[in-house]
């Protein structure tokens, strides 16, 4: 038996293409151009790249992207200062801080500054307490693109035993309580979990979130099990090529999964789509809106 691959490049292309619906409807019904303010402070090379797709995609989709690029040495005061002005300015809708921030800076005076209301990356501690509480929230971004991409393999996740490998704030709680969400049975697995292998071996679904390169084996994947893997390594072969790899150990589990995500171009490229979702989402809550259904 081989997997399916689970597109998220295709996936992620018609999110954007039904974002840039959404968002003509809300120019159209309040004369509002939704706006993304992503802040960068220092040059890591990784996020540079990141930004600037996050930007051209921001345009793509008909909104306005706001860039404020500021230096190493910028003092935690004067971006907290950023982050206000940020917040009273009626154009910004969301605000999105690159992490990591550079040492001088406490990142979770950063991540609480922000307004919640347009808090799009979804690690502000009111949202985190709204989506355990199940409350109307916005949703760390890659979590969201986890279970759309789930939900691609098969569209009522009810019932299924979910492994979840990964605790982290980012992805391992929040994508735990969007599956609690979807009527799944939730396991958190992590690092320090006994008998992870017999663990995962039970799951329907596993999301993959250990961030250790190809740490779930083939033998691990139940047969027909959905398989979601956020990890990705940049790794070189003897002959000094570099190749992505994820958590889950590719070749070995595509002979046994019923569905599996690639690395690359399986949950990365939703990331970004998911950006800009909860973007267009936050800006139809400030303006008294429906939640557009995306």
Not at 150 to 160: E, H, N, S, V, Y
Not at 221 to 242: E, F, Q, S
Request: proline fraction near 6%.
């Amino acid at each position: 038996m081989t997997a399916q691959i689970i597109d998220g490049k295709e996936t992620a292309k018609a999110l954007r293409q039904s974002i840039a619906g959404e968002v003509a409807k809300i120019k159209e019904t309040v004369g509002v151009t939704p706006g993304l303010a992503v802040v960068l402070v220092g040059a890591d090379p990784a996020s540079e790249v990141y930004v600037k797709n996050k930007a051209k995609q921001t345009v793509e989709v008909g909104m306005t992207s706001f860039e404020h690029r500021l230096p190493e040495e910028t003092t935690e005061s004067d971006l907290l200062s950023l982050i206000d002005q940020l917040n009273n300015d009626t154009s910004v809708h969301g605000i999105l801080v690159q992490l990591p921030v550079p040492k001088h800076i406490d990142e979770r005076k950063v991540i609480s500054a922000i307004d919640p209301a347009k808090d799009v990356d979804g690690f502000h501690p009111i949202n985190a307490g709204r989506l355990a509480t199940g409350q109307k929230a916005l949703v760390p971004c890659t979590p969201v693109g986890c279970v759309i991409l789930a939900k691609q393999a098969q569209a009522d996740l009810t019932g299924l035993n979910a492994v979840v490998i990964g605790r982290s704030n980012i992805v391992g709680k929040p994508v735990a309580q969007l599956l609690l969400q979807e009527n799944c049975t939730v396991t958190i697995a992590h690092s320090r979990t006994q008998n992870l292998p017999e663990i995962v071996r039970q799951a329907d679904l596993v999301v993959a979130a250990a961030g250790q390169c190809e740490i779930v084996k083939g033998d691990w994947i139940k047969p027909g099990a959905i398989v979601i893997d956020v990890g990705i390594h940049r790794t070189v072969n003897d002959l000094g090529k570099t190749k992505l790899k994820g958590d889950v150990a590719f070749d070995e589990a595509v002979e046994t999964a019923g569905h599996i995500t690639p690395v690359p171009g399986g949950v990365g490229p939703m990331t970004i789509a998911c950006l800009l979702r909860n973007s267009v989402v936050a800006c139809a809550r400030l303006n008294g809106l429906p939640d557009p259904v995306l």
